[in-house]
């Protein structure tokens, strides 16, 4: 069965067949370095970075583009305000940025920064103006002319006939329900960076550069273009009609956007105090893989409401998941197969493709695994999972992976990571010092617990019981539950 995917541009969920064959084509609109990420834009991250999983699963080779917006009207601005170069200004966001991607799971695309295009971008204006669709203005300016775009609207289903009135807009961000000629090339202001080109001084609009850069790694026409909602307008509009009407050609084919992450139950804003960076949860003791397990356990075009009683579910399920791969691997099973079992594996590998195929639908995706995992846990209280059914419950659990990306232990080495950043930026942490302790030592790390466990166990087969006494106490302190089961010692946190 294909994959199906909804299209924003159809409004409709349509079979997904890239241009070429086997081969997809795809690019995301990437972060706006001037700020640390927030979970929302995570949550578009690691959709689209899902769905390049899912497709390589699929046997398809993938490129997959994401620029980095380390040019616009903010950072030109927050850079003039601190004297500082827009390449100093946006560095240490740029790190960040490709830090926490990788914290949470996300595989590095290929990237492609602004900064590095201006001259490409410059040309991309003068041959519009070349075909009578973009004009310069006195100041030298340029900008787009739509009433040249009959098509105008297409993606976002505005009807703007009658309304292509020729005012102008020179921010990057304007009124959602007007038409206007939309600046492509600002002319420079004081005090501000600006490049010298062949079009003149200055610096382009932000819709210009995801068209030229989209365009020069891909091609005229690919085959898919993402982005969170809030970019099919005007920001998605404008790069159609920007790159329709130079190539004569479609641009992009499907339309992928993610719906807006909400927090408690509102927009997330600074001034409701219910805005979290990546890096903010992750100081308050939340794990990265309880963060991409949340941010995926909805699917991407419906509502996801971010809870911290919903991140602590997050971090159960995971928990879940990691102690049944250990319970089979624990080495206690009796010998031979039970083909129940071996059917249960693949049913599940099934139901997960079949979920996925359906316009990515994670959270049906989710269930199937842990329904698999309930039926073998079972199983195996009652004898019924045998030695060799182990292999291929472990690939289920391993093709899940390849898509969620949670099962790997290497959560308190992330942590620390970021616990050793924090106190350089002076940041305000409701931490507890118990917690900054433990991950400071590493004591939180899974491979941490599971050597203590093992010493505790050395030492309790050696008789002495004063040192596996003293291990078991350091454990509970840091707040880990062991259980003595028939299978062995098992773990898991408070
Ligand atoms: P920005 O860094 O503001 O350019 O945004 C980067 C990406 O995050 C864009 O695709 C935005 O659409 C997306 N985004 C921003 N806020 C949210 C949110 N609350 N939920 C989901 N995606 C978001
Ligand atoms: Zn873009």
Known sequence: MALRLYNTMSSQVEEFHPLRDREVRMYACGPTVYDYGHIGNFRTFIA????????????????????????????????????????????????????????????????????????????FVAKLVEKGIAYRTDDGSYYFRIAKFPRYGKLSKKDFSGMLDGARVDVDEYDKDSARDFALWKAP???????????????????????????????????????????????????????????????????FHVRFLLVEGEKMSKSLGNFYTLRDLVLKGHKPSSIRYLLTSVPYRNQLNFTFDGLKQAAVSVERLRGFRQRLTAGSLPSGSNPEMRSLASETVDRMRGALDDDLNTAQAQAAIFEMVRSANSAIDAGGLKADDVPPLLAALEKFDEIFAVLKDDDGPKIKQVFDWAPTEGRDQDISAGLREAVQSGQLSDAGIEKKIAEMQAARGARDFKASDTLRAELTAAGILIENTKDGVRWRRK
């Open 189 to 255: 202001k004081p005090g501000e960076a600006s490049w010298d080109t062949s079009i003149g001084p200055g610096r382009p609009g932000w819709h210009l550069e995801c068209s030229v850069m989209s365009m020069q790694e891909l091609g005229e026409s690919f085959d898919l273009h993402a982005g969170g909602e809030d970019l099919v307008f005007p920001h998605h509009e404008n790069e159609i009609a920007q790159s329709e009407s130079l190539t004569g050609k479609t641009f992009a084919r499907f339309w």
């Open 48 to 123: 689209v970075d899902l769905l390049q999983r899912f497709l390589r699963q699929s046997g398809y080779k993938v490129h997959y583009v994401m620029n980095i917006t380390d040019l616009d009207d903010k950072i030109i601005r927050n850079a003039a305000r601190d004297n500082v170069s827009v390449q100093q200004y946006t560095a240490k966001y740029e790190k960040a940025f490709l830090e926490d991607a990788a914290m949470i799971g996300i595989e590095q695309p290929k990237l492609v920064r602004a900064t590095e295009h201006i001259a490409q971008m410059a040309d």
